[in-house]
């Protein structure tokens, strides 16, 4: 089974795109895929998977979001081993503690290059945003105060390729990466249902005081 994290592109925005993670979740496991987890409303889903295909992967999401809520929704899979190594390869200067600075991640389709977009949005304004290209990201940082000073804040949204990026902020990305580490395959899941809720020998409370007397039922409930 892969570690996959799904990111979709522009849901919950302003009203618009309006998608319930739980029935989203709900999506993704009709699919196949198992110990499905969401972060935020913006479309951060992580999930395991047997196929080694994100193409695939995006194509199956993209369809099933299609025929679920009636959207067309671009579809971004980034797995746990590219995240990771991501992650591993950003600037010093992204992603800090402060709060002054706004630091995000751009993914750009597979059907974009790096140069195809920095034509369509243009050179960013050095005094105000500093950008950094690896593979098929952009690490993108600016001053909070001064984001409508930045060329790219506006480019990102209205230019031409806006629907061939995704972007997320530094924080949701590690939330993201460290969500694939905890994350436990289904088998592994379903083992820990049937051993809490394999029938144990009844504890006593006239042999021990405080306890209840052990409910199958009540244990079966809590395990789900």
């Known amino acids: 089974?892969?570690?996959?994290?799904?990111?979709?592109?522009?849901?919950?925005?302003?009203?618009?795109?309006?998608?319930?993670m739980s029935e989203l979740k709900a999506g993704f496991a009709e699919l196949g895929y198992t110990a499905v987890?969401?972060?935020?409303?913006?479309?951060?889903?992580?999930?395991?998977?047997?196929?080694?295909?994100?193409?695939?992967?995006?194509?199956?999401?993209r369809s099933m979001i299609n025929k679920r809520f009636g959207l067309d929704i671009p579809v971004f899979v980034v797995s746990q081993e590219e995240l990771e190594d991501i992650l591993k390869n950003a600037p010093e200067w992204w992603g800090d503690s402060s709060k002054e600075i706004y630091d995000n991640l751009i993914f750009m389709f597979p059907d974009i290059s790096y140069d195809s977009f920095y034509n369509e949005v243009g050179n960013p304004k050095e005094e105000y945003e500093k950008i950094y290209h690896y593979k098929n990201v952009i690490f993108?940082?600016?001053?909070?105060?001064?984001?409508?000073?930045?060329?790219?804040?506006?480019?990102?949204?209205?230019?031409?390729?806006?629907?061939?990026?995704?972007?997320?902020?530094?924080?949701?990305?590690?939330?993201?990466s460290?969500?694939?580490?905890?994350?436990?395959?289904?088998?592994?899941?379903?083992?820990?249902?049937?051993?809490?809720?394999?029938?144990?020998?009844?504890?006593?409370?006239?042999?021990?005081?405080?306890?209840?007397?052990y409910s199958f039922r009540s244990r079966l409930v809590m395990a789900r």
Not at 39 to 56: H, P, Q, T
């Open 178 to 213: 460290r969500a694939l580490e905890i994350m436990k395959p289904e088998r592994t899941r379903r083992a820990a249902v049937a051993a809490m809720a394999k029938p144990r020998r009844p504890v006593h409370r006239e042999k021990w005081p405080g306890y209840w007397k």
């Open 37 to 61: 987890s969401t972060y935020l409303n913006s479309g951060n889903v992580v999930f395991c998977a047997d196929i080694d295909d994100k193409e695939r992967l995006s194509n199956e999401i």
């Open 140 to 176: 993108w940082s600016f001053s909070r105060k001064d984001y409508q000073k930045t060329n790219w804040w506006s480019k990102t949204a209205s230019s031409k390729i806006s629907d061939r990026i995704t972007i997320r902020t530094a924080n949701t990305v590690r939330k993201n």
């Open 1 to 20: 089974m892969k570690r996959y994290v799904a990111l979709l592109r522009g849901i919950n925005i302003s009203g618009k795109n309006k998608i319930a």
